[in-house]
């Protein structure tokens, strides 16, 4: 961020994304999502209007004429000339000079603006320096975009835009009942590989944990190492074990982790039976060597070259390793596995909202930051994000009959399998520094044999609590 990306950032996320962020295949069906609306925030404080504009059909938020524009865009996995090209529409249509930053510290260089009363127009608030999105949302700092959501689309005026992206955008975006966060992309998480190069050894991608384990057997025999991972942001691991608790022990279960309740780690079969997969698979040395010192992009070089088969990520990771991965590679991402009386069936996917859009409500102009979303969210700029960055966005459909390069077409297609069984999760994106910090350095432990599952449990639970218990923390719920 989902982050969650630098690294993405993906989620909070980073992005989670990576934050969350979190960044990458955002792409989106239609189908009831799990909704992770938070409760909590929500400032009292009177947001600005922009300066008067006419509203029209064609200028539904009131845009004035001539009047400059700020956007802030995080510039990692996604680059940002997709929104430089929605930028010129906007420039095209209003005849306004805009002032675009590309950063990979959105956090550092806005924070003391915000501070100051004096923040941009509209920022893409992704990377591992992003801002504090739920206590800007508490302080009235975020405009309310429900105005957004209520505007007429640009390719079909008789049609909201709410009514052209995906249902769980909406509800990913939420702090209380004020959606002030509008995530563009969906990014598909889970572990990544080369068809090319497993249909070359004749290995078929593992339908279950013990699949896997055996799996890696096999590779490790053939002298690769079965997996690599960024042991810098060993974070990144999570996307796929978190997720794996989820789907195994069901989404009741995760979201007493979400919501930091006492003993949700520890009272969870599933956390076991997945964190001492984990263990195994360290125990077994299967796990390139060195990877506790690489970086997210020398891990995804490692994996290019063919020194590991499979990669913790999220779709973000096409557009970003685009440079050292071979032509004939293949990019390929895989379902959760199967555990043991899973909750959720086979097929199922990690997929949710990401790269987190925000509009300063008290800038210069939150009527040009919503209008420069709502440019974005047409077909047109959604299929070049599709094109530019190999990756979906929120809008529905939008893709459909583009030819998609290969990571992304994996993607769509395991996507659109999973159907309703999808996976959002939102602890990484309220806490991030309770996941990527505090859980991460024991993953990373946990993954260089230093820490048993046991042990990682134990103390991954004390963590939660001890941010459960901090009144400075503001605190978020979720019920579904």
Excluded at 308 to 329: H, I, Q, R
Excluded at 357 to 362: G, L, N, P
Aim: proline share 5%; hydrophobic share 35%; with cysteine.
């Amino acid at each position: 961020m989902g982050s969650t990306s630098a690294h993405n950032e993906g989620v909070g996320r980073r992005n989670l994304i990576k934050r969350s962020a979190a960044l990458g295949l955002l792409t989106i069906p239609t189908m009831s999502f799990l909704s992770a609306c938070a409760t909590g925030g929500g400032g009292t404080d009177k947001e600005t209007k922009a300066p008067g504009g006419e509203k029209s059909e064609k200028n539904p938020l009131g845009v004035k004429q001539g009047t400059p524009l700020e956007a802030f865009i995080f510039k990692g996995g996604l680059g940002d000339q997709y929104a430089k090209d929605a930028e010129a529409d906007y420039k095209a249509t209003y005849g306004a000079e805009i002032k675009h930053t590309g950063t990979q510290q959105v956090g550092p260089k806005l924070t003391p603006r915000f501070a100051g009363g004096n923040p941009p127009d509209v920022i893409d608030n992704s990377g591992a320096d992003h801002l504090n999105m739920n206590q800007l949302s508490t302080q009235g700092q975020l405009q309310d975009l429900t105005v957004l959501l209520d505007a007429a689309s640009m390719d079909d005026p008789a049609k909201k835009v709410r009514d052209t992206i995906h249902p769980s955008t909406i509800e990913k975006g939420k702090h209380g009942d004020k959606f002030d966060v509008l995530y563009y992309a969906f990014t598909i998480y889970g572990t990544w590989y080369s068809q090319k190069l497993l249909d070359d050894k004749g290995w078929a991608y593992p339908k279950s944990l013990d699949e896997m384990v055996t799996l890696c057997g096999e590779i490790k025999k053939a002298g690769i190492a079965p997996w690599t991972y960024p042991g810098k942001y060993p974070y990144y691991v999570h996307f796929n074990l978190f997720a794996q608790i989820a789907k195994i022990g069901g989404m009741e279960k995760w979201i007493e982790i979400d919501n930091l309740e006492p003993n949700a780690w520890t009272s969870n079969d599933a956390v076991k039976e997945v964190v001492e997969h984990y263990e195994e698979l360290a125990a077994k040395k299967y796990f390139l060597e060195g990877s506790q010192g690489l970086t997210h992009i020398q891990s995804q070089t490692a994996w290019n070259k063919g020194k590991a088969v499979f990669l913790p990520n999220g779709s973000w990771v096409e557009n970003e390793s685009a440079p050292t991965t071979p032509k004939d590679f293949g990019m390929a991402v895989g379902a959760l596995f199967d555990g043991t009386g899973d909750k959720m069936p086979h097929g199922t996917l990690r997929g949710e909202p990401s790269e987190p859009y925000i509009v300063a409500s008290k800038g210069k102009n939150p009527a040009g930051g919503m209008e420069l979303l709502r440019i974005m969210l047409s077909k047109k700029h959604a299929q070049n994000f599709a094109t530019k960055v190999k990756s979906l966005t929120c809008v529905m459909d939008a893709t459909e009959g583009m030819s998609l390069s290969p990571g992304l077409a994996s993607a769509s297609k395991v996507f659109k399998e999973a159907g309703d069984n999808l996976i959002s999760l939102q602890l990484q994106e309220w806490y991030p520094a309770l996941t990527d910090e505090k859980i991460g350095g024991l993953t990373g432990q946990l993954l260089t044999g230093e820490l048993k599952a046991a042990d990682w449990i134990k103390k991954t639970q004390a963590e939660a609590d001890k941010v459960a218990k901090d009144d400075s923390v503001t605190k978020f719920k979720r019920s579904a």
